[in-house]
């Protein structure tokens, strides 16, 4: 069955630390999409990345950086030198490969403090 | 572009009681979602659709209803609403392009049963 697991319930770091959440995955797709999102404390949901399984490189954006390992299964998104903007809970996704409907399933989500 | 729209944004319902969801989105995509989400559950996927006048059930889809009727609209029905359907809905859609693409979020009904 397809899952998502992220153990790291919350994370509390102090501003300009760099900070990794960690995302586990489970498929039995060969082919898959996995996804970041960020919900900020006034609740919506923002798309940060998509990342197709046959697409193993590295992918940074400004601090952010994301880590994309097939042999583990997991897809660890980077912060580095955080700030306060950054305390969200972030979400870890992965496409449904039984559905035709582009259905992703959600991780249960890390909460990031950044303290200043 | 308003991108994806929610109306309410707050409800207080008592149990029993109905109530209607709106999504709308200007963004032409095929596909369009309800979610809820609980405190540490993550999201949950109640019910899609694939295009107009097409609906799906999703992972908890009981106690919900939806309908499509025209593209751009997805609106999510409790016909008789339980506390334990306290919960922040989201709505969101996808393009459809043959491939998985991401879903763009409303900006959420937070929902009360009392």
């Known amino acids: 069955a397809q899952k998502v697991t992220q153990a790291q319930t919350e994370i509390s770091v102090v501003e300009k630390e760099d900070v990794t959440l960690d995302c586990v995955y489970e498929t039995r797709d060969t082919t898959y999409y996995l996804f970041w999102y960020k919900q900020p404390p006034s609740g919506e949901l923002v798309f940060l990345i998509r990342r197709n399984s046959f697409d193993e490189q590295n992918e940074i954006s400004g601090r952010y950086s994301w880590n994309f390992q097939k042999s583990t299964s997991s897809f660890n998104f980077t912060i580095t030198a955080s700030q306060v903007v950054d305390s969200a809970v972030y979400f870890c996704a992965l496409s449904d490969p039984y559905s035709s409907a582009s259905k992703i399933i959600f991780g249960s989500g890390t909460r990031l403090s950044i303290r200043p | 572009n308003a991108g994806v729209t929610q109306t309410p944004k707050f409800r207080v319902l008592k149990t029993g009681q109905s109530m209607t969801l709106l999504c709308a989105q200007d963004m032409n995509h095929e596909y369009m979602y309800w979610y809820r989400q609980d405190p540490g559950m993550g999201l949950r996927l109640i019910h899609y659709?694939?295009?107009?006048?097409?609906?799906a059930k999703g992972e908890v889809p009981d106690g919900y209803n939806v309908s499509r009727l025209k593209k751009q609209n997805f609106l999510l029905g409790l016909e008789s609403a339980a506390p334990s359907q306290t919960s922040v809905y989201f709505c969101?859609?996808?393009?459809?392009?043959?491939?998985?693409?991401?879903?763009?979020f409303g900006p959420g009904t937070r929902l009360t049963v009392t």
């Open positions: 969101a859609s996808s393009y459809y392009l043959g491939t998985v693409y991401e879903q763009y």
């Open positions: 659709s694939v295009g107009e006048g097409t609906t």
